[in-house]
């Protein structure tokens, strides 16, 4: 899997053309931070069965808590475009 690493300064520049180029190459992107901290991006085809997604939500606590105030609440319709 080709890396390709790049500062945040350029992320910022243009975020939206660096992760659909990300997508397009199916690159992972590294972004090094001001701080020297790294992270990594990169892309998970949806048309696999990757648990990953559903074990780091299972995992995350404010996601969790997120859930539980969402299943206490009413119920409202979701309506495509409508913003």
Do not use: Y
Not at 14 to 37: F, I, W
Not at 41 to 60: K, N, R, T, V
């Amino acid at each position: 899997m080709p890396i390709k690493t790049i500062l945040m300064s350029q992320l910022e520049i243009n975020l939206r053309q660096t992760l659909n180029d990300c997508a397009a190459s199916g690159d992972t992107l590294v972004v090094e931070m001001p701080d020297r901290k790294l992270f990594a991006i990169q892309l998970l085809d949806p048309g696999e069965d990757d648990a990953l997604m559903d074990e780091l939500l299972a995992s995350h606590p404010k996601f969790q808590a997120l859930v539980t105030r969402s299943k206490a609440g009413p119920r409202v319709p979701f309506v495509a475009g409508n913003s």
